[in-house]
């Protein structure tokens, strides 16, 4: 099994995360990263089919779609992210709970402040949870 250290997101992709997180305010949002190795070249914005301000759930079909389109064209699923509207960006006992790919990071993106996201990534293996890194330069 493939263990993440961290991950690389370019300020432009981090700019289109966070536009996205704060265009489904007050809702939660959610979304694939997906790239080689740990250096992430698309965004996948989802659908949160709950348009819930606490929790998110993708759309089954939709993931699917996006899931394989990422196989076809010799990526992986990096990471998942989503928001916390009125929360810090920690991963909730129901994202843990959630949480079935070990080998995929967790991007949480606080909203408590709106116009100065936090934004923190995990990874959650059998219920533990640590912090990663995510580097926004020098990719
Ligand atoms: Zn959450």
């Known amino acids: ?33 997906a ?18 301000s606490v929790s998110y759930v993708m759309d089954s079909m939709e993931q699917l779609h996006v899931m394989k389109k990422i196989r076809n064209e010799g990526m992986r699923m990096i990471a998942i992210y989503h928001s916390h509207p009125q929360s810090s960006a920690y991963p909730s006992p129901e994202d843990i709970r959630l949480a079935f790919y070990d080998e995929v990071a967790y991007v949480i993106v606080s909203l408590i402040d709106y116009d100065k996201p936090d934004i923190r990534t995990f990874r959650i293996s059998e ?13």
Request: charged letters at 25%; one cysteine or more; a negative charge.
């Open 127 to 139: 219920g533990k949870v640590s912090e990663i890194t995510m580097k926004t330069d020098g990719c």
């Open 35 to 52: 790239g080689k190795n740990d250096i992430v070249s698309v965004v996948y914005e989802m659908d949160n089919i709950e348009r819930s």
């Open 1 to 33: 099994m493939e263990i993440i250290s961290g991950l690389y997101l370019s300020q432009d992709l981090l700019d289109v995360v966070l536009s996205h997180c704060k265009n489904a305010y007050p809702f939660e949002a959610c979304g694939i990263l």
